[in-house]
Every structure is written in structure tokens, then in C-alpha cells.
């Protein structure tokens, strides 16, 4: 079916008017075979002429034939509008759904906002003269983020040495807390006159 309103959502309004309408084809239904009832029972199947060949004279058969014809449209009508409400409450209850889903994501993405990030790591080392040290990396600094790196997703002390050897004269975002403050560090691993390439030494933070 096209949906109501020429593409705009669906909306519980819409299904209630499809069944209101379903309701009514049902009551016009029902009158017709309350009519057929009328008519000796004949029902949508009995035979409409005597035994001779004749028209019935015991019924109205104009009006049974009517009522017969009527029947079959409205059935259809109905079985149609069946599909329609359907449809209708399918559309209506994914769009219910991704709205939710949408609510859910803004929320868990609003408390990610709203609490400080976790920090996973801490430099408890700094050589002078290094890329760490250039960097303004220092002693104590509680690391929250390294490169792509971050509470969520840090496993050990391998996913940073990753990180840094494929960013080797590059710049990585690092993301430290630093007194109590979130401070941001431009870190470029590199070749110096020390070992590795940064220059500082890094623990795991239990959790």
C-alpha cells in the first residue's frame, strides 16, 4: 500500500482509521449474510432456481444475487485491508524501534559525554632529550587515550607498542590526566639517540 499522507511516516492515528474502516467492511459483512439468512437461508451456495429450472419463487432472488456479489467485494476489501493494517503496524513498530535505538545511542553517547573517561596506563618513566619528553609527556601522567588506544579497548602493554611502531614519524593524539585535569599531548614516535621510540616508560593501571 502506498502509506497514508503520500510517503510521510505512519502514524497510530493512520492504523486506527484502517481499522475503524476494517470494523465497518466486517458490520456490512456480517448485514449481508444477515440478509442471505433472511432469504429461506440460502446462504452463498444454495441453488437460486427450483427444481424445474426456474427462478425461485420463495425468495427474492435479485436481492440474494446482490447480496451474494456484495459479499465476495467486501471480502476482498477486507483481505486487502487486512494486508494494509499489517503493514501499517510493521512500519509503525521499526520506526517505534529505531527510534529507541536512536534514544539509546544518544544516551549511552550523552553518559559517555557527561563521566571522564577511564585511564588504563601511567608513564612512570620520562628520559630526557626523548620524543616523550619533547612531547611534554611527564612522570605520573595517568593515560586515557594513546593514538587509538583507550580504556575500552586496551588489552596490554602490546596494543600500545602497535600503535607506535605503525605511527613512527607521524603524530599521535595522546590524552593524559594530569592533576586531576585532561591534557592533550602531541606525540611523535621517532628514532633518537636512546632505546625504542619514545622514550618513556608505561605501566598498566590495575582496574
Known amino acids: 500500500m502506498a502509506e497514508p499522507g503520500g510517503g510521510r511516516p505512519v502514524t497510530v492515528s493512520d492504523v486506527q482509521q484502517l481499522v475503524r474502516r476494517k470494523d465497518e467492511i466486517e458490520a456490512q459483512i456480517k448485514a449481508c449474510y444477515e440478509l442471505l439468512e433472511g432469504q429461506k437461508g440460502v446462504g452463498m451456495h444454495e441453488p437460486l432456481v427450483d427444481a424445474e429450472g426456474f427462478p425461485r419463487a420463495d425468495i427474492d ?9 456484495n459479499i465476495i467485494c467486501l471480502q476482498n476489501d477486507h483481505k486487502a485491508l487486512m494486508k494494509q493494517v499489517e503493514e501499517a503496524l510493521h512500519k509503525l513498530h521499526a520506526r517505534e524501534k529505531e527510534k529507541h535505538a536512536k534514544d ?3 544516551a549511552v553517547a550523552e553518559a559517555m559525554r557527561q563521566s571522564p573517561a577511564q585511564p588504563f596506563a601511567q608513564v612512570n618513566a620520562v628520559s630526557p632529550g626523548s620524543p616523550a619528553s619533547l612531547s611534554g609527556l611527564q612522570v605520573d601522567d595517568e593515560i586515557v587515550e594513546f593514538g587509538s588506544v583507550n580504556a575500552n579497548n586496551f588489552q596490554n602493554l602490546q596494543n600500545i607498542a602497535t600503535v607506535v611502531q605503525h605511527s613512527e614519524g607521524r603524530p599521535l593524539s595522546v590524552t593524559v590526566i ?23 616508560n608505561i605501566i598498566p593501571l590495575q582496574r
Open 61 to 69: 432472488v435479485y436481492q440474494v444475487r446482490t447480496a451474494r456479489h
Open 104 to 106: 539509546e545511542a544518544e
Open 178 to 200: 594530569r592533576g586531576g585535569r585532561r591534557v592533550h599531548v602531541g606525540l611523535t614516535p621517532k628514532r633518537w639517540a636512546g632505546k625504542g621510540l619514545l622514550g618513556c
